[in-house]
């Protein structure tokens, strides 16, 4: 018996440092932000799938520098997503630091794959999964349109952060793939409620924080990039609208959804330190 609790324990303290991790980064819009984008959108049709690669670094006075990096895919039409995670090397949990792990969200699950490091606490099984709360679920579902708006409509996103129409940053090409660009500035508060990001992050004293924003021929967003006083982030988007395939992965160990209220503590504890 002794046995087996310290066994849950330890799948427990696992799941929560897996997710902690690799969720906490993850960019959700305001209600406000994203009606703002729908209506400037109009004309335009939501994505329906992409690929993505995004890039965040960070830094603090008490911290070192950090990044994280990711890539994979959205199926906007299912509610699904995928990312490959390459975990900030700073971070100071043993097994953890500089690992590479994926995650995939399907069927209202979030699965996260096992570093070698740490799998026996989970008996060697390859992934671990919790099954989203229905409330959870229903505000991560209502998040799938309005990224597809954005992602539709890269003006919409101008729309969304900036009073005005912005600076045009001419043209290029991204990917092999001509695009024009807008850069907008915006406070540092309005672009942290409209990305998502903890309060804290960073204030912009001078001239606002520089939003990048770069369409394709279609008007669909092809680049994205923000830079705060301590965070920044760059997102790109290619294979717009191509067939995506994403399936929930086996051999998964599920753990409780109670799970995730120890995520937010742990999320929270870090954000206000």
Not at 12 to 37: H, N, Y
Not at 110 to 129: C, E, I, M, Q, R
Request: charged letters at 10%; one cysteine or more; aromatic letters at 4%.
């Amino acid at each position: 018996m002794r046995k087996l609790v310290r066994g849950r324990t330890g799948l427990v303290a696992l799941g929560g440092l897996l997710f902690a991790a690799v969720i906490g980064p993850t960019v959700v819009p305001e209600a406000s932000s994203a009606q703002s984008g729908r209506q400037s959108s109009a004309s335009s049709p939501p994505c329906a799938s992409a690929s993505y690669v995004l890039a965040v670094s960070g830094s603090g006075q008490a911290t070192q520098g950090w990044s994280l990096a990711a890539n994979g895919q959205v199926d906007f039409i299912n509610d699904a997503a995928t990312a490959n995670v390459t975990l900030p090397t700073a971070i100071p949990i043993p097994g953890l630091a500089g690992s590479d792990v994926q995650l995939v969200l399907v069927g209202g699950t979030a699965y996260a794959s096992v570093p070698p490091a740490l799998s026996g606490f989970v008996g060697g099984a390859p992934w671990v999964s919790v099954a989203l709360p229905s409330s959870l679920d229903t505000v991560v579902n209502s998040v799938f349109p309005r990224l597809a708006a954005w992602c539709g409509n890269g003006q919409s996103v101008v729309s969304a952060l900036g009073r005005h129409r912005g600076t045009s940053l001419g043209s290029t090409s991204i990917g092999g793939e001509p695009v024009t660009g807008t850069q907008i500035r915006s406070s540092s508060s309005k672009v942290s409620r409209a990305l998502g990001l903890p309060r804290g992050v960073g204030r912009a004293r001078h001239g606002g924080v520089p939003v990048d924003v770069w369409d394709n021929g279609q008007g669909q967003l092809t680049a994205l990039s923000v830079t705060l006083p301590s965070l920044s982030i760059s997102l790109q988007l290619t294979n717009i609208d191509q067939p995506v395939s994403i399936t929930a992965p086996t051999g998964a160990v599920p753990l409780s959804p109670s799970i995730l209220s120890m995520i937010g503590g742990f999320a929270g504890a870090r954000a206000a330190g």
